[in-house]
């Protein structure tokens, strides 16, 4: 399923790329990860060498920058047997991408001339980086949903209210390049580490940004995929229970933020949230978007 919504701004405009409102497992998500799946470059030399000019200058203004590698989102395929939850699965599509050429497609100030006109999203997006993401809907133990406040020291959306998140990491799985795969005898157990990473990712990063323990959280439901319009960035986005109160998240957070990513934690009813999303970034009103789709699944089941 494709939606697309905006509020007349198109920064924080959204796309839902594909949703399951009840909630898949990691058995019932898995990966290929293949070259096959990585960005195409754009046969506009100009427009090309932009990209390795926006490093430059950023490295210029900002030598502590890190080209980093990322997972590439380059589509999804969807397969169900008789229709039950427990036979639909998803199969992400994902390449290999870095944070340098993000910054020079992505972000570019040109980024709209990396698109190509089609209805189908891996092929508009087939010239950028479209590094995936990733985001929790954290639900503490009396019933809030955790936000962070974004500091004005990051480079994207400082001061706006984010979920807890990050990014799935190549490097934890041990992977630089593509020929970690061509080497590997058996292809199935990288994309099945690949797949695990979607998981493993997203308690890291919620254990890293709020201070909660791992333990305190229950197994991440994956819920779908958003896309905010504003330089097509993907997320995939997942449901996590907290055993712990709100008051009690409060105080690890205290200890364990360093002010640099974000300043301030919320613990709030999902009516304040929806009060909030104008100024969050479009790929997680998209992810709170997926959150009451799975609430509403759920109160007609």
């Known amino acids: 399923m494709e939606k697309e919504v905006g509020n007349g701004c198109s920064s924080l405009a959204y796309k839902l790329l594909f949703s399951c409102p009840f909630g898949l497992s990691q058995p019932q998500l898995s990966a290929v990860f293949d070259e096959s799946y990585d960005r ?5 030399s100009n427009l090309e060498n932009s990209t390795s000019q926006i490093w430059d200058q950023r490295v210029q203004k900002n030598g502590s920058l ?32 870095d944070y340098r050429t993000f910054v020079g497609t992505n972000l570019n100030p040109s980024w709209e001339k990396f698109l190509v006109a089609s209805e189908d999203d891996p092929t508009q997006c087939r010239h950028t980086s479209s590094p995936l993401g990733n985001g929790a809907i954290v639900e503490t133990s009396d019933q809030k949903i955790v936000l962070l406040q974004r500091s004005n020291n ?10 807890p998140g990050g990014h799935p990491e190549p490097q934890e799985v041990g992977i630089e390049t593509h020929e970690y795969c061509k080497c590997s005898k058996d292809s199935e157990l990288v994309n099945k580490k690949v797949s695990q990473e979607m ?21 991440p439901l994956f819920i779908g995929i958003s896309r905010r319009v504003l330089n097509v960035r993907p ?63 759920l109160k007609k089941n």
């Open 66 to 97: 890190f080209n980093g590698k990322k997972f590439r989102y380059g589509g999804y395929s969807q397969k169900s047997g008789d229709g039950s939850k427990k036979e639909s699965y998803v199969c992400l599509h994902l390449g290999l991408t």
């Open 40 to 44: 195409i470059p754009h046969s506009d």
């Open 154 to 163: 990051v480079g994207e959306f400082p001061g706006h209210f984010v979920f």
């Open 199 to 219: 998981f493993e990712s997203i308690i890291r990063e919620v254990v890293e940004e709020i201070g909660v323990p791992a333990t305190s959280l229950s197994d």
């Open 235 to 297: 997320a995939i986005f997942f449901f996590i229970k907290c055993s712990l109160e709100s008051k009690e998240i409060h105080q690890l957070y205290s200890k364990a933020q360093d002010g640099y990513e974000s300043t301030q934690l919320y613990t709030v009813s999902m009516i304040e949230v929806e009060h909030m999303t104008s100024k969050m970034p479009g790929c997680h009103q998209g992810g709170f978007a997926l959150y009451k789709l799975m609430v509403e699944a």
